[in-house]
């Protein structure tokens, strides 16, 4: 829209120009009539020809310097809003349009001896910051790393923020070295311990980096590239620096493929429950069975979950993965003794799906599984996207009597903050500290830690991965409730779940010792 339309002044101006250089046109009519007359008359008669020539000439010029002013407004209004619209307005950074126009432009004028850096950056728990401390908190954060990445960012390079707590970085390099300690710098710079509103806020950055030409051809690719790396950098669950390799892209397509094979094994119902009994290890008793998703491919023989799930988490398959596993899970429940418990296991992507509690509500339901006998496995995983959806879906389902159990216990954040808030009943001591290669004497000392914290708090403490008789030992003398490892059993199908429910119940009426490893092969 030109500024002429909306400023009333100006075509009424340009207006009056024009009768001025028609007025100064009349007259020449005049002159032609007045040939006949005396020398002075046509003197005076020329001389007014004169005059108005001039008087339109000049109100000609005016108009065209006018329109010529309208014209230069207009452009510059233009320039303006099209700055305006390559600019993020909180940080002064380029925004997604002006930074992919210089990325195209640096492409372009790229030296044949250089490579063009491409850095993406991700604040890790930034999301989690701005709930907790407020927005305006968040929005200083981001400014002050808008502030530290234009401080440390090379001579002629390119910043820009995305959306929410991605910024990017473009710069030509000589060599791949020269890449590397940039990123480092950038990776020092925003890590380093900021100030905002009486608050201590580390922002730890995940970075992902690639070159072109050296990765990808176009500047569209290089994106993709640096996305890709980024991925890996944050999937590595430390705030690290990863730069593009090949292999990253056979990854992705393996995982597409194998999204696209899941989805199919969904349809086709190609997916299996096993129970894992939970043991109590002061009685032998069992007193929960963990389901446990498993994926037998008609030709790729078994897929471990460890491989799939995190697929699922991605694709958002595990939404219809996990509502299938506790409706099924619960359906088989209902027909074990009431005092046996059932663990399902539960992704963040599940929680805050729409609808999710009630869905859970309305599978035990029709399963006729009283909540009081349901315990939902969460990760830590589950507060790193910000405690709100948390909260409320967890507090939603222990008003119905659901229970949880804190997941992993020693592999992620693992804050007593998190004990204290939420409804859990059970903390589960992560394999990797009972038995994993990592384990040692120090770990069976956090162990006792934890399991004194765990029965201070009033809860149940289990131990993972169990797989020997000295493990069971050590555990117990270190305090924890329950014990799950293939000492006892591996996950078995839901038939010889209920064998060993019943194997337990007879010798239980013998007055004999239990022994589930005789179930388990
Ligand atoms: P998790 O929840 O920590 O489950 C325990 C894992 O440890 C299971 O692996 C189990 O088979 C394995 N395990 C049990 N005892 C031992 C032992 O003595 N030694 C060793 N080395 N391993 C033992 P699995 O079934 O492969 O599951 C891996 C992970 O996949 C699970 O870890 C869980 O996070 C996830 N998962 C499995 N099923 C589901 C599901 O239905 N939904 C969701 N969201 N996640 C699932
Ligand atoms: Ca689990
Ligand atoms: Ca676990």
Same mark, same amino acid.
Request: aromatic share 6%.
């Given at each position: ?7 009333? =002044? ?41 005059? @108005? ?23 510059? =209004? ?19 349009? @002006? ?60 910043? @820009? ?40 806020? #580390? ?20 994106? #993709? ?13 430390? @705030? ?22 899941l989805?199919?094994a969904l349809?086709?119902d190609e997916l299996a429950i096993y129970f894992q009994p939970i043991i109590?290890?002061?009685?032998? !008793?069992i007193r929960a069975f963990e389901a446990l998703a498993r994926w037998f491919h008609?030709?790729?023989g078994e897929i471990h979950p460890a491989q799939f799930i995190p697929v699922a988490e =991605?694709?958002?398959l595990i939404v219809a993965l996990g509502n299938w596993v506790t409706a099924e899970a619960a359906r088989i429940a209902?027909?074990w003794?009431?005092?046996v418990t059932l663990c399902v296991n539960l992704s963040p992507v599940q929680? #805050? ?7 859970i509500?309305?599978a ?5 599984l009283?909540?009081?006998r349901l315990e939902l496995e969460v990760t830590?995983a ?22 949880f159990a804190l997941d992993d216990?020693?592999t ?14 059970t903390?589960k001591v992560d394999r990797s500290?009972v038995s ?26 289990v131990a993972e991965g169990l797989e ?14 329950l014990g799950q490892g293939w000492h006892f059993s591996r996950a078995v199908p839901d038939y010889t779940a209920m064998l060993m429910l ?14 589930p !490893?005789?179930l388990a092969s």
């Amino acid at each position: 829209m030109s500024q002429a339309s909306e400023n009333p =002044e100006i075509p009424g101006r340009s207006w009056s120009c024009w009768t001025y250089a028609l007025l100064g046109l009349l007259p020449f009519g005049g002159t032609i009539a007045l040939t006949d007359l005396s020398l002075p008359t046509r003197l005076l008669a020329v001389l007014a020809v004169g005059l @108005g020539f001039a008087l339109a000439i000049k109100a000609v010029f005016k108009a065209i310097a006018e329109q010529q002013q309208i014209a230069r407004e207009a452009r510059d =209004e233009a320039e303006m809003l099209r700055e305006q619209a390559r600019h993020d307005p909180l940080t002064g950074l380029a925004n997604r349009i @002006g930074f992919d126009l210089l990325l195209a432009q640096m492409a372009m004028d790229l030296l044949p001896e250089e490579k063009l850096l491409l850095l993406l950056i991700d604040l890790r728990g930034f999301k989690q910051t701005n709930e907790m401390l407020g927005h305006p908190v968040g929005d200083e954060v981001l400014r002050t790393v808008a502030k530290r990445m234009v401080q440390s960012a090379p001579e002629g390079a390119a910043l @820009g923020r995305l959306a929410g707590d991605e910024f990017m970085l473009a710069v030509p390099v000589p060599a791949r070295g020269q890449a590397e300690a940039i990123v480092t710098q950038m990776g020092e710079a925003i890590a380093k311990p900021m100030r905002v509103d009486g608050h201590r806020i #580390v922002s730890q950055a995940c970075l992902g980096a690639a070159l072109l030409p050296d990765d990808a051809e176009t500047p569209d690719k290089l994106i #993709v590239a640096s996305d890709l790396a980024l991925h890996h950098a944050k999937a590595s669950r430390q @705030g690290i620096a990863r730069f593009f390799n090949r292999a990253m892209t056979r990854e992705v397509a393996r995982k597409k493929e194998m999204e696209s094979d899941l989805r199919t094994a969904l349809q086709r119902d190609e997916l299996a429950i096993y129970f894992q009994p939970i043991i109590d290890l002061g009685t032998g !008793r069992i007193r929960a069975f963990e389901a446990l998703a498993r994926w037998f491919h008609a030709e790729k023989g078994e897929i471990h979950p460890a491989q799939f799930i995190p697929v699922a988490e =991605e694709s958002g398959l595990i939404v219809a993965l996990g509502n299938w596993v506790t409706a099924e899970a619960a359906r088989i429940a209902a027909g074990w003794p009431a005092e046996v418990t059932l663990c399902v296991n539960l992704s963040p992507v599940q929680i #805050v799906a729409p609808g999710s509690a009630l869905g859970i509500l309305s599978a035990l339901n029709e399963a006729g599984l009283d909540p009081a006998r349901l315990e939902l496995e969460v990760t830590e995983a589950l507060f790193a996207q910000g405690d709100q959806d948390a909260s409320a879906f967890m507090h939603t389902l222990a008003r119905h009597g659901v229970r949880f159990a804190l997941d992993d216990f020693g592999t992620g954040y693992s804050s007593v903050r998190h004990l204290h808030l939420y409804p859990f009943r059970t903390l589960k001591v992560d394999r990797s500290l009972v038995s994993g290669p990592g384990s040692n004497a120090r770990s069976d000392t956090v162990i006792r830690a934890m399991a004194e914290m765990g029965q201070t708090l009033g809860m149940n403490v289990v131990a993972e991965g169990l797989e020997t008789i000295e493990q069971v030992r050590a555990m117990k003398a270190a305090g924890c409730t329950l014990g799950q490892g293939w000492h006892f059993s591996r996950a078995v199908p839901d038939y010889t779940a209920m064998l060993m429910l019943a194997d337990e119940a007879e010798r239980l009426a013998e007055g004999d010792l239990w022994n589930p !490893r005789q179930l388990a092969s």
